[in-house]
């Protein structure tokens, strides 16, 4: 998949959460013990705070805000999932979530489909609909908390 130029760090950014989540998925498929299994809770939880939040706040800002405001209604729909799925991984990884075998399979399972919809469905969309300001905002965002 050719990427336009300005969704190329949240791209990169991806490849790292897709590592991040076959590593959730692969500890728990070997059943490995507790102390092990939080060690990839904190791994995650570290990208987490270092990377997603923000990352999630780029593309629903400008991303879901623009397809919304376009009125087509994939984009609308692209948008939503996008804004459930950012929801339901922000829950996955709160406090409030056991840091259990299970919660990290979900959360590792959740993460690949999630960044594989974002890469095949998502920016594919964002590449062909939105304006170069757009893009570029968002080049520039993402830019903005690399620095």
Known sequence: ??????????????????VLAN????????ELGNDDL??????????????????????????????????????KQLADRLIAEH?????????DTPRSAASLKQLG????RHIRFEERELFEAAQTVLDEDTLQAIAAASDARCS
């Open 1 to 18: 998949m050719k990427r336009n130029t300005a969704l190329k760090a949240l791209s990169i950014e991806h490849h790292h959460g897709l």
């Open 23 to 30: 590593k959730a998925k692969k500890a728990v498929m070997q």
């Open 38 to 75: 939080q060690i990839v809770w904190n791994e995650l939880q570290e990208h987490a705070d270092e990377v997603l939040i923000s990352h999630f706040e780029i593309e629903e800002s400008y991303i879901a805000a623009a397809f919304t405001a376009l009125g087509d209604p994939h984009l």
């Open 87 to 95: 929801a339901a991984l922000r829950q996955l990884l709160s406090p």
């Open 109 to 112: 399972e959740l993460l690949q």
